[in-house]
């Protein structure tokens, strides 16, 4: 079936460093997709979206990039901070619907 | 509430027994969804309600899952004869149209209800 799975399973980055987490999707129908973050312990919040007719947003100290030709999503983070490590999930609304698929997820671990 | 509020926040059950997870959504959320996530997998979606009607059970395992969300705000996801694969965490989510983000579909997830089948 289709899936959106995630290239690097963990990802370790030096405190203020900038992070990038990637994504590809295999499902070009899809229309919005999604990136949370779940903490241990926790429930997946939510980070960023974006929809198919954009390539780029930004929010605060992220951004999500949109390559609709290799179908690959990526989540960057500015001046990464501890309080950023957790896992982190892509999803993406197959079709529009009210349905999200979710990767399997990348562990991001800061470094102090 | 201010947010998605499930219990038990944790269950250990016999293999056979009956369970059943409770989701408060946050109020006025129309749509209300279960997911399921293994240890160290994302979530996969169980169900889909919009008020009080299940517009999508897809995601339902066996006939043994059932949910359900009879006034259209409080839902109950229930487990008979629970088995050890049934083991995971089942969250629940909820989303308004006027949500946070550019789109309808930014689900608010509570912290889960983690199961343990022995």
């Known amino acids: 079936g289709e899936s959106v799975g995630l290239h690097l399973p963990t990802l370790s980055v030096q405190e203020g460093d900038n992070s990038i987490i990637n994504c590809a999707y295999s499902?070009?129908?899809?229309?919005?997709f999604i990136w949370y973050k779940q903490e241990s312990g926790k429930g997946p919040q939510f980070i960023i979206d974006?929809?198919?007719?954009?390539d780029k947003r930004q929010g605060q100290r992220v951004t999500v990039l949109l390559n609709k030709t290799v179908k690959h999503l990526s989540l960057q983070i500015a001046a990464t901070q501890p309080g950023d490590s957790a896992v982190y999930f892509c999803?993406?609304?197959?079709?529009?619907?009210?349905?999200?698929?979710f990767g399997a997820g990348t562990i991001l671990r800061v470094k102090s | 509430g201010a947010g998605v509020s499930q219990s038990p926040r944790y269950k250990v059950a016999k293999r056979g027994q009956d369970v059943a997870l409770r989701c408060d959504p946050i109020?006025?959320?129309?749509?209300l969804f279960w997911y399921q996530q293994a240890l160290g997998q994302g979530p996969e979606f169980l169900t889909y309600?919009?008020?009080?009607?299940?517009?999508?059970k897809s995601g339902l395992p066996s006939d043994r899952f059932f949910a359900e969300r009879p006034e259209g705000s409080v839902s109950t996801l229930k487990i008979q004869r629970t088995q050890q694969e049934d083991s995971a965490v089942y969250l629940c989510?909820?989303?308004?149209?006027?949500?946070?983000?550019?789109?309808?579909?930014?689900?608010?997830f509570g912290a889960g209800s983690r199961l343990t089948v022995l």
């Open positions: 974006i929809r198919s007719n954009m």
């Open positions: 309600f919009q008020n009080e009607a299940q517009l999508d």
């Open positions: 989510a909820s989303s308004s149209p006027l949500g946070q983000g550019s789109g309808a579909n930014v689900l608010t």
């Open positions: 999803a993406e609304t197959p079709g529009g619907g009210n349905k999200l698929v």
């Open positions: 109020s006025g959320h129309v749509s």
């Open positions: 499902n070009s129908a899809s229309d919005y």
